[in-house]
């Protein structure tokens, strides 16, 4: 099992420490911030580097157990609830879906629709049906299957809402990532993909989630963040 170190006081060598005091202080008098304010800044800075991704890793870090489905929760949720589809979708959210579809398989995700978030899930997967029940003219025939599948898992969800059954996440995030190029600017599947994060819980009994596995996530969050995934595409 991986060593998580969650007690973080310092225990440096004598010289190890004079370094620290020096260089902490040095730069706490040119940000004008506080010795501990300044640490957390450098350490902040090796995962973000915008502003955005800053305030995700902050979200993410205040939870007592910090993990992957928390990141996916605020990331998609922020991006419901700005807007910031369209545009920016294409610089590269498909990455971060795809990476939540992984992370879906891999630690068995099931969602607990008897909780109140699920009436909204349903609400919002019934607007994603509706946009693919009105495609462009030159695709109805390859959206009208998406459609017919998009309406049987919204059926499964009706049925279990309010039960005590629990649905596999990942038959849902897979759905929404094969239909990418047509949900893009639908702010129903950010708002689908952030209600699965909040609903869902790790059900494999032999994955672990590493430290490896939250940081690499989110440093795949800032790069979207940051515009690289646009700049790739160019």
């Not at 450098?42 to 205040?62: A, D, I, M, N, W």
């Not at 398989?105 to 946009?131: G, N, P, T």
């Not at 049925?159 to 929404?176: H, K, L, P, Q, R």
Request: glycine residues 4%; proline residues 1%.
């Amino acid at each position: 099992m991986e060593k998580e170190w969650r007690n973080c006081a310092l225990t440096l060598d004598k010289d190890s420490m004079q370094v620290y005091k020096g260089l902490v202080g040095d730069l706490s008098a040119l940000r004008g911030k506080s010795p501990s304010y300044t640490t957390l800044d450098c350490v902040l800075s090796k995962v973000s580097g915008q502003q955005k991704s800053r305030e995700l890793v902050t979200t993410v870090y205040q939870a007592e157990q910090p993990n992957c489905l928390k990141a996916y929760d605020v990331f998609f949720t922020d991006l419901w609830l700005t807007g910031s589809g369209g545009f920016i979708a294409d610089s590269g959210v498909d990455r971060i879906v795809y990476s939540f579809l992984q992370y879906s398989i891999k630690f068995e995700l099931q969602m607990k629709l008897q909780d109140i978030r699920a009436y909204h899930l349903c609400e919002q997967w019934s607007s994603i049906a509706r946009v693919l029940k009105h495609p462009m003219a030159d695709e109805a025939d390859a959206t009208k299957v998406l459609e017919e599948e998009a309406s049987l898992l919204g059926r499964s969800l009706y049925t279990n809402d309010g039960n005590n059954s629990e649905v596999s996440a990942s038959m849902y995030i897979a759905f929404i990532s094969q239909c990418w190029r047509h949900l893009k600017d639908c702010e129903s599947a950010y708002a689908v993909l952030a209600d699965i994060a909040k609903l869902s819980h790790v059900s494999s009994e032999t994955a672990e989630e590493k430290a490896a596995t939250r940081i690499s996530l989110l440093k795949l969050m800032d790069r979207y963040y940051l515009g690289y995934f646009f700049s790739e595409s160019d």
